[in-house]
């Protein structure tokens, strides 16, 4: 079976609390898992479904969402480490990509489309 990349240990050392499991018998991948914690004053809940490549992400400051992203067959999730930071590639197709880091500050980057922000804004700034 095709699966995410991402593994369920990655997955607790990045958010750092257990999940909640919607069958406590069925194991990873095949299960769905969901996560849910508090970081900074930032309610974040992330669900998983590694087997069938679903997956919901949603942060929430004081009872207001601020961001949401609910996929269907997405195209991959893979965790990195560098130094002291971890963070999530939700690759969510072959051209659009989410990056989302919880520590050392919770960030949220997204990348849709043919072109990246780099090549976007070395173009902006090229115009007379």
Aim: contains cysteine; charged residues 25%; aromatic residues 10%.
């Amino acid at each position: 079976m095709n699966c995410v990349t991402v593994e369920e240990l990655e997955l607790l050392s990045f958010f750092g609390v257990e999940p909640a499991r919607v069958d406590q018998d069925i194991p990873w991948p095949y299960n769905d898992f969901s996560y849910l914690l508090e970081v900074g004053g930032y309610t974040v809940s992330f669900r998983i479904a590694p087997a069938y490549k679903d997956l919901s992400l949603s942060v929430a400051h004081n009872g207001s969402e601020l961001y949401s992203v609910r996929s269907v067959s997405i195209k991959d999730v893979r965790y990195h480490r560098d130094a002291d930071r971890e963070t999530l590639e939700i690759a969510v197709s072959d051209r659009d990509t989410i990056w989302f880091r919880l520590r050392p500050s919770l960030l949220i980057t997204q990348e849709a489309g043919e072109c990246s922000i780099p090549s976007m804004a070395s173009s902006l700034t090229s115009i007379p």
